[in-house]
């Protein structure tokens, strides 16, 4: 019997009896405690171990069956995990939550109080890094031979509370008390040169090399962390690097009294993986996330090396058969100077031959075309911190402008200035996305419209240099997660309906169109919404004090705080329904609760501002009794992916209206929609592929396309014309100048006011508001129509196959990896 039968039948066959016995058994001798006195902590840490058990098991057989069939593998760099929490998720991808929830019932424990106890792993800023752990799950589910690399951090993404309605940031400590789904392999430290001074030199034979003297090494220790595929069959890891200082003290400083001096060494090895930046403007702490980038890509190519040479010794040729490095962004792209530092300065080999290499093993991502998102470092900082790397940089791209694109476009200086590597102007940049256009095989963005935008906007001359480099992959999410998982349900009413197949095959889910219009299905597939958003009120309640009724219409806008992501435009359109609603108290209207979730980056005043705006206007709205409760606003503190798995089951409405262009793809809106939420969206991202798919009588589409936008832009946009053109938009504008919203302090929602106006509204709200009003108007007609609105919910999940992630990673596999499923004994 193969081991994996064996694994099978363990889990199939072990009873809530015999689960329980083992949580007690750890309980008491793992974590020396018992029963009667345990804490909550010390019940979460037992059930962990008890899981862990299957877990382990499987992970050593697959990394077996990996090394002995010596497996292509995809090596996903991502300076991004936002994994969220991981006991539920395990337990329902080894198929034993039902157990562990009965073991858990008859010690009198509530399973769903146990993990709420887990603190989220919240290693990431938002759509980028929760992209990443869906695909991990997915790579895993497919028994895909993969790894993910990234950093240990020891603050993820910053707290958010409120106070007074302000944004205020706590570090956020999730394994302050320990974290039972990662184990450290110090077996494979490795050691990372940083700064110093790069010698030429000549060798025996004459020819010149370069040789780095670093000016300080820096220790990398993994921590593995489990990913369990979907049946438990493959258990791949994510491999998170820690720095660690090289010695504890230097001992000579030390000795010769400078204790302090010693000690700030090591304190800054040890800050390089102290924690997460949020995405930002500022300069601040530029220096070091320099370093986050090469310290993680330099362990993890070490790391990638040591394992191929085991099977292959010095014998480089079959590297880039064995090896995909997937860059996640252009935040590891320094991985291409380094894998050619590896190769020329350190195995010898000779430059061609190693650029060969590099090009067919990295391929690139695309997340944003927004221009101040696009990473650029200053010579200058590259020079001091990896002065062997800059010179490679100019190698790579010497050789790119003279032989590549003098080729095509002789003599053609502005061509080659815009394609450099570095980019001319009062201070010398490095450009990563033409690095990591350049430096690799395959080139993606993320839904159908940005890939076109990212060949005929961004990337133009590259795209005529290379046209078979550009390439789409659409996003995904995983359903285990974001389904079967958060909506338990939900996913039970489809079990029972189409099998329970689907978290694997979510086509089967489109079984559930023939249900769409049966009255019994929908309101079987109502009442469970109904339950899930009574579940949410209580949540409201706990974290806002505020009183929402759960047969109003749910209206979610849940991502990161941005000027294009357009939350201001929500409370435009909020402040003029409740306009409406003081002039005509009797307007008839389905009540609505607005709900949002979002954090702001911290350097980002504005978008801090709107947050402050939001829940002052929530204030105001929740306890105005002239309204009748026709209207309510919360904004939930601390968004995260523990608390989307609360708010996207209970959602009527999901809010997707970024400017158009915009949003690279948007995943929020895939997790909305398969769980029947009714989309209102702009054209843009993955909205316009949801559209294709689910039938556009069943979102609510609104609001000026990319090709309007940019016409808009090239005529001239002047806010101000919808400012005087529509009363309504002047009145509410007009409104944040008042101390209406914010008693006794006139002026303090003003800022936002300006940015529509003297600002310029950069991401056309104005331009948009009419449109997106009137959008609003008919998700309240449609909801109105209990079967109509039941039906487009139903049509909803059941069309959301396509953004299962297994099929992006299948397109990932089939268009840039060409990778092979591995099974695992
Ligand atoms: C970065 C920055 C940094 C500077 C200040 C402004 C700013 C704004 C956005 C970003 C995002 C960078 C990359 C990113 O997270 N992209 C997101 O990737 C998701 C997964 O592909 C995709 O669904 C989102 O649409 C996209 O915004």
């Known amino acids: 019997m193969t081991k994996a039968k064996e694994t099978e039948m363990a889990i199939g066959k072990i009873t809530p009896k015999q689960f329980k016995e083992s949580i007690i058994k750890h ?19 037992a059930t962990s171990a008890a899981l862990n058990e299957f877990v382990y098991d499987r992970l050593s057989q697959t990394q077996k069956t990996h090394f002995e069939k010596d497996t292509r593998a995809v090596h996903y760099f991502s300076l991004e995990f936002l994994m969220g929490r991981l006991t539920g998720n395990n337990l329902h991808n080894l198929g034993l939550f039902e157990t562990a929830k009965k073991a858990l019932t008859e010690l009198d424990i509530d399973i769903n109080t146990l993990v709420d106890e887990e603190e989220d792993m919240a290693l990431g800023n938002g ?14 589910t497919m028994e895909l031979p993969a790894i993910g690399y990234g950093i240990h951090y020891e603050h993820g993404l910053f707290r958010q509370e409120f106070k007074d309605g302000h944004q205020i940031e706590r570090p956020d400590s999730w394994r302050e008390y320990g974290n039972p789904f990662e184990i450290r392999r110090p077996e494979s430290i490795q050691d990372i040169p940083v700064y110093g001074y790069v010698e030429t030199k000549f060798n025996d034979a004459g020819k010149v090399v370069k040789e780095w003297h670093p000016g300080r090494i820096i220790k990398g220790v993994p921590w593995d962390v489990p990913v369990v595929g979907y049946s438990g069959k493959t258990v791949n890891v994510l491999r998170l690097w820690e720095s660690r200082a090289t010695n504890f003290f230097n001992w000579d400083v030390f000795n010769s009294g400078g204790y302090h001096d010693a000690h700030k060494e090591n304190v800054e090895s040890e800050t390089i993986s102290k924690v997460l930046y949020p995405n930002d403007e500022t300069d601040a702490g530029k220096e070091l996330r320099l370093i986050q980038q090469y310290f993680f890509c330099a362990c993890s190519l070490k790391d990638i090396i040591r394992r191929y040479k085991r099977a292959h010794a010095d014998d480089w040729s079959n590297f880039s058969a064995q090896v995909a490095v997937q860059l996640n962004d252009t935040h590891p792209a320094i991985a291409i100077p380094e894998l050619m530092r590896i190769l020329v300065d350190r195995a010898d080999m000779d430059w061609d031959q190693a650029w060969k290499i590099c090009r067919e093993t990295f391929s690139y991502t695309n997340h944003t075309l927004l221009p101040e998102a696009l990473e650029k470092w200053s010579v200058r900082l590259f020079e001091k911190v990896l002065p062997r790397h800059l010179e490679i940089i100019y190698e790579i791209n010497r050789r790119f402008l003279e032989s590549e694109v003098d080729a095509k476009w002789p003599g053609d200086n502005a061509i080659k200035s815009k394609l450099s590597i570095i980019e001319e102007g009062h201070e010398r940049m490095v450009r990563m996305g033409n690095l990591s256009v350049i430096g690799s095989n395959k080139v993606n963005g993320v839904a159908e419209v940005h890939s076109a935008l990212v060949k005929s906007d961004l990337f133009p001359e590259f795209n005529a240099l290379w046209t078979d480099k550009f390439t789409n992959v659409t996003n995904g999410v995983t359903p285990r997660r974001w389904l079967k998982a958060c909506n338990p349900a939900l996913s039970k009413l489809i079990d029972k309906t189409v099998g329970d197949q689907w978290p694997t095959n979510q086509e089967i889910l489109r079984d559930l169109d023939k249900k769409a219009d049966d009255a019994k299905f929908q309101k079987a597939y109502m009442d469970i919404k109904h339950e899930n958003k009574v579940a949410l009120t209580k949540v409201i309640k706990e974290l806002t004090d505020v009183d929402v009724d759960p047969s109003a219409i749910f209206d979610i806008q849940i991502k990161r705080l941005h000027e294009y992501k357009r939350q201001h435009l929500n409370l435009l359109h909020i402040m003029a329904l409740y306009r409406r609603l003081l002039q005509n108290p009797t307007m008839d209207m389905v009540p609505r609760v607005f709900i949002f979730g979002a954090k702001a980056a911290p350097g980002y005043k504005l978008a801090k501002d709107i947050i402050y705006a939001i ?30 798995e609360k708010m996207i089951p209970a959602a009527d409405v999901s809010e997707q209206i970024s400017t158009a262009g915009k949003e690279a793809s948007g995943t929020g809106n895939m997790k909305l929609a398969l769980n029947g939420a009714i989309t209102i969206g702009t054209l843009d991202g993955a909205n316009i592929e949801i559209a294709e798919e689910v039938g556009e009588e069943n979102v609510v589409i609104f609001g000026l396309t990319v090709d309007e936008v940019k016409a808009l832009k090239k005529q001239g946009y002047n ?14 504008l007009d409104w944040f100048d008042t101390d209406y919203f914010t008693p006794g302090k006139p002026g303090e929602l003003s800022s936002i006011k300006n940015s529509f106006l003297d600002g310029g509204d950069p991401y056309l709200c104005l331009a948009d508001f009419e449109s997106y009003s009137e959008g609003q108007k008919e998700i309240e007609a449609k909801y109105k129509d209990k079967k109509g609105w039941a039906r487009s919910a139903i049509l909803n999940t059941a069309y959301m196959g396509k953004f299962n992630s297994d099929r992006s990673i299948q397109d990932y596999v089939d268009r840039i990896w060409k990778l092979k499923s591995c099974t695992v004994k």
């Open 719 to 732: 806010p101000w014309d919808y400012y005087y053109g529509n009363e309504e938009i002047k009145a509410v």
């Open 27 to 45: 309980l008491n001798s793992t974590f020396g405690t018992d029963i009667n006195k345990a804490s909550k902590k010390a019940w979460w840490n």
């Open 615 to 644: 829940n002052k206007v929530a204030d105001k709205v929740n306890n105005d009794e002239r309204i009748g409760g026709k209207l309510k606003v919360v904004f939930l503190p601390n968004y995260r992916v523990s608390l989307a």
């Open 127 to 140: 759509g980028l890094g929760r992209l990443a752990a869906c695909f991990i799950d997915s790579l895993a």
